[in-house]
């Protein structure tokens, strides 16, 4: 039987499990509330599931719990954080806070952050800073699964990139939040439990070949949304978290999906504009709003981001991840 938890006591019990696996307690609280939202907002693959991989990464060592990120560079708009190996999300938050603080003075921040971890759902940070009137975008790079346009064998992270955009009151952000995988590979990895195939065209076997077998599939590569042209997007990302923070390459970072290997230190960047520094503000709402108006017109349209602003007051899990849950916070 799924079990449901209120929104509180799900963080409450992902802080707790955090913090017996060794994060220290302002660590354990950003993410506890990262996975949580992630959840309540239906992006369950960065959510509650992603816990006890990290407590595994807490306890071998592939993630600091004592970090703490820190400023180390800045110039003007331009600001570099080191999340010191620690898990990415206290990390995020100060680069909200850069981000925001320094748009607002300047028009325009750009805020990198490296020897970070895995990011989770990217449309989290820019939808904060979308609610504070900002234009945002955030990406991150992720170890290897892809080919480079034309190539093989995995190179790319899947890269995930995110934007919002803040609209008038009372309406929520608009906000983009994708991976640049064909499919998220969590999807191959429940066909290759079932034994079930892929379609083709999500994956190329460990010989560069195209395969509908999921196990073949896992030791292989995943292929870009939208072929050579998905493919040659990632590299930019690749290229904006690593080249220009000193992170590592996603082939330099071993996989998420074993609990021993290194630590992963990927890169992040976020970008934050002040609408009034350009057009103007009271001009960037009335042409944002002309183009949702013309969305609107097909009642088939859905706006991105609009189911985020009614948040469940609960989280219905499945059995086993709610016994999980409890398992790593130490009540059962």
């Not at 680069?95 to 028009?107: D, K, P, Q, T, W």
């Not at 034994?195 to 292929?223: C, F, H, K, V, Y």
Request: aromatic share 4%; net charge neutral; glycine share 10%.
């Amino acid at each position: 039987m799924p079990e449901v938890l209120p929104l509180d006591e799900a963080r409450s019990l992902a802080e707790r499990a955090l913090e017996r696996a060794g994060a220290r307690p302002a660590m354990a609280r950003a993410t506890a509330e990262a996975l949580v939202l992630a959840e309540a907002i239906g992006q369950a693959g960065h959510g509650l599931s992603r816990l006890a991989q990290y407590c595994a990464f807490l306890r071998n060592g592939r993630a600091d719990g004592a970090a703490e990120p820190r400023v180390i560079r800045e110039r003007g708009g331009a600001v570099l954080i080191d999340a010191a190996h620690g898990l990415a999300y206290p990390a995020l938050l100060l680069a909200e806070a850069e981000a925001a603080r320094r748009a607002r003075a300047l028009g325009v921040a750009c805020v990198g952050i490296t020897n970070s971890h895995h990011a989770g759902a990217m449309g989290l940070p820019v939808a904060r800073l979308a609610g504070q009137g900002l234009v945002a975008l955030a990406f991150t790079n992720s170890p290897a699964a892809m080919p480079v346009p034309g190539g093989r064998r995995p190179l790319l992270g899947t890269n995930p990139i995110a934007a919002a955009f803040p609209r008038a009151a009372p309406h929520p952000p608009l906000i983009v939040d994708l991976a640049l995988s064909t499919v998220a590979r969590g999807r191959i990895l429940r066909a290759a439990e079932q034994g079930e195939p892929i379609p083709q065209g999500w994956a190329l076997d460990a010989e560069g070949q195209p395969t509908t077998d999921a196990r073949a599939a896992l030791s292989g590569a995943m292929l870009a949304l939208g072929g050579d042209k998905g493919a040659a997007l990632a590299l930019a990302v690749e290229l904006l978290c690593v080249a220009l923070t000193g992170a590592a390459f996603g082939f330099e970072a071993d996989s998420f999906f074993v609990e021993e290997g290194n630590r992963p230190r990927l890169g992040q960047m976020l970008l934050a504009i002040d609408p009034g520094a350009l057009a103007g503000e009271g001009l960037y709402l009335s042409r944002i709003e002309a183009l949702i108006s013309e969305m609107e017109r097909d009642p088939a349209v859905r706006i991105p981001g609009a189911r985020r602003a009614r948040l469940p007051a609960s989280l219905t899990l499945p059995d086993p991840l709610a016994a999980s849950l409890r398992r790593l916070a130490g009540e059962g």
